[in-house]
């Protein structure tokens, strides 16, 4: 069974900077895994953000291109995003998910394995 945890939310004044940390445990060495980052804001859907695969290509939401960059250590456990040019409407819990069936997707229903979430709030 494969465990996510996240690290590292929390406040930020607008145009300010955050780096969320989620690291997978339980993995298998064999497996492909697709990671990335998804956030939920009050009253709205979960909505994908950033997701890189094995091999380190990535994809982003276009609210968040230019802004964020999602990477990954050398083992893959771990994935990272970095948040800068921060805006109020960055504000929500931010979860990690893997999925092992998928490449790149931003669907959040193909990922079958979900952190608990960490808060980001961005302060005007």
């Known amino acids: 069974q494969v465990h996510l945890e996240e690290s590292g939310g929390g406040s930020v004044q607008v145009g300010g900077s955050l780096t969320l940390s989620c690291s997978a445990s339980?993995?298998?060495?064999?497996?492909?895994?697709?990671m990335g980052w998804f956030r939920q804001a009050p009253g709205k859907e979960r909505e994908g953000v950033a997701v890189i695969d094995t091999d380190g290509t990535a994809t982003y939401a276009d609210s968040v291109k230019g802004r964020f960059t999602i990477s990954k250590d050398n083992a893959g456990n771990t994935i990272h995003l970095r948040m800068a040019s921060l805006k109020p409407g960055d504000t929500a819990v931010y979860y990690c998910?893997?999925?092992?069936?998928?490449?790149?997707?931003?669907?959040?229903?193909?990922?079958?394995?979900w952190g608990q979430g960490t808060q980001v709030t961005v302060a005007s």
């Open positions: 339980g993995t298998a060495a064999s497996n492909h895994y697709c």
């Open positions: 998910a893997a999925s092992t069936s998928v490449w790149l997707s931003l669907a959040e229903f193909q990922y079958e394995y």
